[in-house]
């Protein structure tokens, strides 16, 4: 009978020391809304990994109770509590990581600690959704096309190194990602150049999504003349942090040696006809179903303008169909949303 009593003194003071904490988040909620929503949940995560041993009948009146003292909060289901117990338990050894989860929102956080195992590769995307603003939906497109080893630690091919100063050479190489994988779900099963071009075109901010941050479409089929002569660009855009012009070339087959030589033609026209003094030199993006790393190398290694040549890949329609949505994703933003239980 005294253990109970014990028990039930220290739950009570549980539930105290949590309904301190968040009438601490009410008042602050206002001006820094997302950080202290996660910092909350990662004190209720820590009490109740400390209480593991209680076992989840306590996690169910620990709900309970929350519900009973604040009827308008919601946010402390059973299924969320135990979220939070899981994101102290995996985020509460590495600062690092603590710090960036508590930039991003609560289902962020949640979507990247189920489909990500790796600390660095965690810190990674919680670093880009931060720098990219990516609502839930986009990261979970992200993750599932594994951006981390298509942007982060690929090698890639182009002569960036050679051909830029730093840091602009740094920073074309993080732009470069390979392969690309574009969402055209219209876009049928054997399709030509131009009707791939129009695809990107229709859903451009798919595609601006896929490119990264920083760029701004131009346009397509971007007329340039050079001796009374019409060339055509398949896809011009500008990058707002490389403050420069970015030819892109698509090829729906293997990378040809060729390819170089007009996308060098093409960078050289738009920097007589496009660049200005506050722009910096125009780059080149050759997008191929396929390459060989050696022929990409060898057709490099002469060319007097910076290019990349990567391939891209058109996102399954069983991925698509797979992908969350919205609601799926919908786990708790906010204290004061909707409880689903």
């Known amino acids: 009978m005294e253990e109970n009593k014990m028990l039930e003194k220290d739950f009570k003071q549980i539930v105290e020391n949590i309904k301190s904490e968040i009438y601490k988040t009410q008042?602050?909620?206002?001006?820094?809304?997302?950080?202290?929503?996660?910092?909350?949940?990662?004190?209720?995560?820590?009490?109740?990994?400390?209480k593991s041993s209680w076992g989840n009948k306590f996690i169910e009146n620990l709900s309970i109770a929350m519900k009973?003292?604040?009827?308008?909060?919601?946010?402390?289901?059973?299924?969320?509590?135990?979220?939070?117990?899981?994101?102290?338990?995996?985020?509460?050894?590495?600062?690092?990581?603590?710090?960036?989860?508590?930039?991003?929102?609560?289902?962020?956080?949640?979507?990247?600690?189920?489909?990500?195992?790796?600390?660095?590769?965690?810190?990674w995307y919680m670093e880009k959704c931060v720098e990219n603003g990516w609502s839930v939906d986009v990261l979970a497109v992200q993750i599932d096309t594994k951006l981390y080893e298509r942007q982060g630690k690929q090698i890639k091919d182009n002569n960036f190194k050679e051909k830029l100063i730093p840091p602009l050479s740094d920073l074309a190489n993080n732009m470069q990602k390979d392969p690309y994988i574009f969402n055209l779900p219209l876009l049928k099963e054997k399709y030509m150049e131009t009707e791939l071009e129009d695809a990107l075109v229709e859903r451009i901010k798919d595609t601006l999504i896929e490119l990264g941050k920083g760029f701004s479409f131009v346009g397509n089929q971007y007329k340039i003349t050079v001796d009374n002569t019409d060339y055509f660009i398949d896809m011009l855009f500008y990058h707002l942090k490389l403050r420069c012009y970015v030819v892109i070339e698509l090829k729906i087959g293997e990378f040809k040696p060729e390819y170089t030589g007009k996308m060098n033609f093409y960078i050289n026209a738009v920097n007589n006809i496009l660049k200005t003094d506050k722009d910096n030199d125009t780059i080149g993006l050759i997008l191929c179903k396929g390459k060989n790393r050696l022929t990409v190398e060898y057709s490099l290694n002469s060319v007097e303008n910076p290019i990349g040549v990567s391939s891209f890949e058109i996102l399954p329609k069983e991925i698509i169909e797979a992908l969350p949505t919205e609601e799926d994703l919908n786990l708790h933003i906010d204290i004061n949303e909707e409880d689903s239980e």
Do not use: C
Request: aromatic share 12%; no cysteine; hydrophobic share 40%.
């Open 27 to 50: 008042t602050l909620i206002m001006s820094d809304a997302n950080k202290r929503l996660i910092d909350l949940y990662y004190y209720v995560g820590k009490l109740v990994y400390e």
């Open 68 to 123: 009973v003292e604040f009827p308008n909060i919601k946010g402390f289901s059973v299924r969320n509590i135990k979220n939070m117990k899981k994101f102290y338990k995996e985020l509460s050894t590495d600062e690092k990581v603590q710090i960036a989860s508590a930039q991003i929102p609560w289902s962020h956080n949640m979507l990247i600690l189920d489909k990500v195992k790796d600390t660095d590769e965690r810190l």
